[in-house]
Protein backbone atom coordinates (compact mmCIF):
# COMPACT_ATOMS: atom_id res chain seq x y z
CA UNK A 1 0.00 0.00 0.00
CA UNK A 2 1.02 3.58 -0.67
CA UNK A 3 -0.38 5.98 0.76
CA UNK A 4 -0.23 10.17 1.71
CA UNK A 5 -0.57 11.09 5.24
CA UNK A 6 -1.52 14.31 5.68
CA UNK A 7 -2.95 17.45 8.18
CA UNK A 8 -5.06 20.06 6.46
CA UNK A 9 -6.58 23.44 7.65
CA UNK A 10 -9.97 25.01 6.07
CA UNK A 11 -7.54 27.19 3.74
CA UNK A 12 -5.80 23.61 2.57
CA UNK A 13 -2.68 24.85 4.65
CA UNK A 14 -0.66 22.08 5.70
CA UNK A 15 2.51 24.23 7.38
CA UNK A 16 3.94 27.43 7.87
CA UNK A 17 7.28 28.69 8.47
CA UNK A 18 8.86 25.38 8.13
CA UNK A 19 6.52 23.92 11.05
CA UNK A 20 3.06 22.48 11.80
CA UNK A 21 1.04 25.20 12.97
CA UNK A 22 -1.05 22.93 15.76
CA UNK A 23 -0.72 20.29 17.63
CA UNK A 24 -3.03 17.72 18.16
CA UNK A 25 -2.09 14.99 20.15
CA UNK A 26 -4.50 12.29 18.96
CA UNK A 27 -3.45 13.09 15.21
CA UNK A 28 0.01 12.59 16.07
CA UNK A 29 -0.57 8.84 17.91
CA UNK A 30 -3.03 8.19 14.80
CA UNK A 31 0.17 9.58 12.94
CA UNK A 32 2.35 7.03 14.82
CA UNK A 33 0.05 3.78 14.50
CA UNK A 34 -0.29 4.24 10.95
CA UNK A 35 3.72 4.66 10.12
CA UNK A 36 5.64 3.06 12.43
CA UNK A 37 7.41 -0.31 11.14
CA UNK A 38 6.49 1.26 7.97
CA UNK A 39 8.26 3.57 5.63
CA UNK A 40 8.01 7.05 5.36
CA UNK A 41 8.95 9.28 2.60
CA UNK A 42 9.76 13.25 2.65
CA UNK A 43 11.29 16.13 1.38
CA UNK A 44 14.01 18.09 2.68
CA UNK A 45 12.37 20.73 4.03
CA UNK A 46 10.14 17.81 5.82
CA UNK A 47 12.98 16.54 7.44
CA UNK A 48 14.95 19.36 9.01
CA UNK A 49 11.10 20.51 10.48
CA UNK A 50 11.21 17.04 11.67
CA UNK A 51 11.66 17.38 16.28
CA UNK A 52 13.34 13.83 16.25
CA UNK A 53 15.44 12.85 13.75
CA UNK A 54 14.88 9.93 12.37
CA UNK A 55 11.40 9.08 13.08
CA UNK A 56 12.13 6.09 15.15
CA UNK A 57 10.77 2.66 14.42
CA UNK A 58 10.22 3.60 10.63
CA UNK A 59 12.60 3.67 7.41
CA UNK A 60 13.10 7.45 6.82
CA UNK A 61 13.63 8.46 3.15
CA UNK A 62 14.20 11.70 2.25
CA UNK A 63 13.93 13.13 -1.25
CA UNK A 64 16.97 15.83 -1.38
CA UNK A 65 19.80 16.48 -3.88
CA UNK A 66 22.10 16.78 -0.91
CA UNK A 67 22.93 13.52 0.71
CA UNK A 68 22.32 13.21 4.53
CA UNK A 69 24.45 10.97 6.74
CA UNK A 70 23.30 8.24 8.06
CA UNK A 71 19.22 8.45 6.16
CA UNK A 72 18.47 6.94 2.78
CA UNK A 73 18.07 9.57 0.18
CA UNK A 74 17.01 9.60 -3.04
CA UNK A 75 16.73 12.24 -5.68
CA UNK A 76 13.30 11.02 -7.33
CA UNK A 77 10.72 9.42 -5.57
CA UNK A 78 10.53 6.54 -8.30
CA UNK A 79 13.95 5.81 -6.97
CA UNK A 80 12.84 5.67 -3.46
CA UNK A 81 9.66 3.49 -4.23
CA UNK A 82 12.12 1.05 -6.09
CA UNK A 83 13.50 0.16 -2.70
CA UNK A 84 10.93 -0.26 -0.61
CA UNK A 85 9.17 -3.33 0.77
CA UNK A 86 5.52 -2.82 2.76
CA UNK A 87 3.72 -0.04 3.15
CA UNK A 88 4.64 3.62 2.02
CA UNK A 89 3.17 6.92 3.38
CA UNK A 90 4.40 10.06 1.60
CA UNK A 91 4.11 12.92 4.87
CA UNK A 92 5.20 15.43 2.94
CA UNK A 93 5.60 18.35 1.82
CA UNK A 94 3.56 20.00 -1.32
CA UNK A 95 5.79 19.34 -3.62
CA UNK A 96 6.42 15.32 -2.59
CA UNK A 97 2.25 15.13 -1.97
CA UNK A 98 2.22 16.87 -5.26
CA UNK A 99 4.14 13.95 -7.33
CA UNK A 100 2.57 11.56 -4.71
CA UNK A 101 -0.62 12.22 -6.08
CA UNK A 102 0.38 9.75 -9.23
CA UNK A 103 1.72 6.86 -6.86
CA UNK A 104 -0.63 6.58 -4.12
CA UNK A 105 -3.68 4.83 -4.11
CA UNK A 106 -5.02 6.64 -0.93
CA UNK A 107 -5.07 9.55 0.83
CA UNK A 108 -5.67 10.10 4.76
CA UNK A 109 -6.35 13.52 5.58
CA UNK A 110 -7.02 15.24 8.86
CA UNK A 111 -8.80 17.94 8.84
CA UNK A 112 -7.77 20.45 11.34
CA UNK A 113 -10.07 23.50 12.85
CA UNK A 114 -7.14 26.27 12.57
CA UNK A 115 -7.42 28.96 10.19
CA UNK A 116 -4.62 29.40 9.11
CA UNK A 117 -3.47 32.90 7.03
CA UNK A 118 -0.24 34.56 6.26
CA UNK A 119 2.79 35.03 4.85
CA UNK A 120 5.24 31.28 4.58
CA UNK A 121 2.38 29.15 3.95
CA UNK A 122 2.46 25.67 2.72
CA UNK A 123 -0.96 24.10 0.58
CA UNK A 124 -2.03 20.91 -0.39
CA UNK A 125 -2.34 20.11 -3.75
CA UNK A 126 -5.76 19.93 -5.46
CA UNK A 127 -7.39 16.68 -5.14
CA UNK A 128 -8.06 15.88 -8.55
CA UNK A 129 -11.07 13.81 -10.68
CA UNK A 130 -9.14 10.21 -10.08
CA UNK A 131 -9.90 10.42 -6.52
CA UNK A 132 -13.06 8.87 -4.75
CA UNK A 133 -13.83 11.01 -1.80
CA UNK A 134 -15.04 8.85 1.33
CA UNK A 135 -17.69 10.71 3.86
CA UNK A 136 -16.66 12.48 6.77
CA UNK A 137 -15.50 10.34 9.75
CA UNK A 138 -15.83 11.58 13.60
CA UNK A 139 -11.62 11.42 14.45
CA UNK A 140 -11.08 9.18 17.61
CA UNK A 141 -9.42 10.82 20.83
CA UNK A 142 -10.34 14.09 19.93
CA UNK A 143 -13.89 16.33 19.14
CA UNK A 144 -12.28 18.97 16.87
CA UNK A 145 -10.58 16.97 14.06
CA UNK A 146 -12.36 15.28 11.49
CA UNK A 147 -10.82 12.53 8.98
CA UNK A 148 -11.43 12.31 5.36
CA UNK A 149 -10.12 9.58 3.39
CA UNK A 150 -9.69 9.83 -0.32
CA UNK A 151 -8.97 6.28 -2.56
CA UNK A 152 -7.84 6.41 -6.13
CA UNK A 153 -10.93 5.85 -8.56
CA UNK A 154 -10.24 2.43 -10.59
Known amino acids: MIGILVAVSPEGVIGKDNSIPWHYSADLKRFKRLTVDNTVIMG ?57 MDKAEIIEMTLVPDKITGNNCVYFPDVGKEWEKKPVEKFKGETKLRLQKYTRRV
Open 44 to 100: RNTWESLPVKPLPNRRNIVITRNDIDGIDCFRSIDDALQSCEGNVWFIGGSGIYEEA
